[in-house]
Structure formats: structure tokens, C-alpha cells
């Protein structure tokens, strides 16, 4: 049915500021994680990926950081520009299944 | 940009209409996934298929159907809308391999409302 994202947590930042977004896994067997960018309208597009036998992973303008210890993961997005609003997904996979388990998302807001 | 679309994008449609949603990758993907979003929530998986004549439900209970006769091909049927069925439908594909990153590439949604 027809929900309104009241739930959304909402980051907002100045532009040209760093984003930090922050994301709770739920599976300490997941092998495989997954930032997405969804922006008004439209499907997510793949932003990043880590394995788990990594901590960090960099990418253009973005950083993934993996703690396995607490379950945690983050995008960092240096410099953040106008385009980069959004809401922010985080999905997470075992290696035994083809299935992606997505968080709750986050929305950037970034302020010029 | 992934070669993965889905149409109609936006469709308005009263009570016990029958509908079927599209989707078609060009990828060549045997993994293709349907999920259901409502505004600014997050995505639940409702129906997935390994490959042709292969279907499953997802985590989430739907009254949808879906079927899988081509590898480009996996639209997904609903018998009779209803109000309850209001909201954003996302196709997604993926490539094969357990043990491959299994990124999914999304459509850009079809948006249902039911009246």
C-alpha cells in the first residue's frame, strides 16, 4: 500500500561539505554489500560495492567502509555537490544466494 | 546507464482491473528480481527468477504473479487491482555466478495507482 516515508532519516549538508551515511547490516554471514543512489523517480543505480574481506573501498568522490566487528557500513561522499541528493540504499548478500537484502534508506539533502 | 526497462511508467487504474507490468533487460541476465517500494521506504524483493521457467516469491507476500518464458523478458501480472496495490514496482537483473559481485541493475520503475 501507499506509505508516506515519514521514517526516512534525513541528512543535510552544505555543498562542498564530506556526507557521511551510515548503514546497520543485519547478517554477519553477508559476503557482499552495496551502495545505491535512488534519486526522485527513479530505479537505484549501483554507487559502490565492498566484499567482506575488505574494510575500505575507494571510488570516485566515494568511500565505503566496512566493520565486520559491529556490523556497520558507510559512504563517505567528499565534496558533495547538488546532484549527489538523494535517498541512500545499502543492500547487503551471501555468497549462497543470489538475493540482495536492502536497509532502510537515507536521504541527502545538500544545501548550496 | 543499464540496459533494463520497464513500461508503463506511471498507470492509474480502477478496482478488479487485470494489469501486467514490463520488463525486458538487454543484458543477457538470467537473474531478474521484481521488488515493491512505497515513497522513501525501503525495497522488498517479491518475486525472482533464476532463469527461464524458473520463478519464486520473494519476502514479501504479493498477489502478483510473474512468469519467465524468454531470458529478456519478466512481466508481472496482477488478476484483480486493488487500492492496497498502490506503488512503485522496480524490475532488476543480474548476471550468473554465486560467487561473482551479483550487482542488480535496476529499471526506472513503473508508479501504480489503484483507484
Known amino acids: 500500500g501507499e506509505n508516506v516515508g515519514l521514517h526516512l532519516p534525513t541528512l543535510s549538508v552544505q555543498e562542498g561539505d564530506n556526507s557521511i551515511i551510515n548503514c546497520a547490516y543485519s547478517n554477519s554471514a553477508s559476503d557482499y554489500f552495496i551502495w545505491y543512489k535512488q534519486e526522485s523517480g527513479k530505479g537505484p543505480q549501483f554507487i559502490i560495492d565492498?566484499?567482506?574481506?575488505?574494510d575500505k573501498r575507494q571510488g570516485q568522490r566515494v568511500t565505503v567502509l566496512l566493520n565486520k566487528t559491529v556490523k556497520h557500513l558507510s559512504l563517505q561522499i567528499a565534496a558533495t555537490q547538488p546532484g549527489d541528493s538523494a535517498v541512500y540504499f545499502c543492500a547487503e548478500k551471501q555468497d549462497s544466494s543470489y538475493k540482495l537484502i536492502f536497509g532502510s534508506g537515507t536521504r541527502l539533502l545538500v544545501r548550496p | 546507464e543499464a540496459d533494463i526497462y520497464q513500461t508503463p511508467r506511471y498507470l492509474v487504474i480502477g478496482t478488479g482491473k487485470k494489469i501486467t507490468l514490463e520488463c525486458s533487460q538487454t543484458?543477457?541476465?538470467?537473474?531478474m528480481y521484481w521488488y515493491q517500494q512505497d515513497p522513501g521506504m525501503e525495497l522488498h524483493l517479491i518475486h525472482y527468477?533464476?532463469?527461464?521457467?524458473?520463478?519464486e516469491k520473494g519476502d514479501l507476500s504479493s498477489e502478483s504473479t510473474v512468469s519467465r518464458i524468454r531470458t529478456e523478458h519478466f512481466p508481472l501480472t496482477l488478476e484483480s487491482a486493488r487500492p492496497s496495490h498502490t506503488s512503485q514496482y522496480l524490475c532488476?537483473?543480474?548476471?550468473?555466478?554465486?560467487?561473482?559481485?551479483?550487482?542488480?541493475?535496476f529499471g526506472p520503475g513503473t508508479r501504480l495507482t489503484v483507484l
Open positions: 543484458m543477457g541476465h538470467d537473474k
Open positions: 565492498i566484499r567482506s574481506n575488505m
Open positions: 527468477s533464476y532463469g527461464v521457467n524458473s520463478t
Open positions: 532488476a537483473s543480474s548476471a550468473r555466478g554465486l560467487l561473482t559481485n551479483n550487482e542488480q541493475f
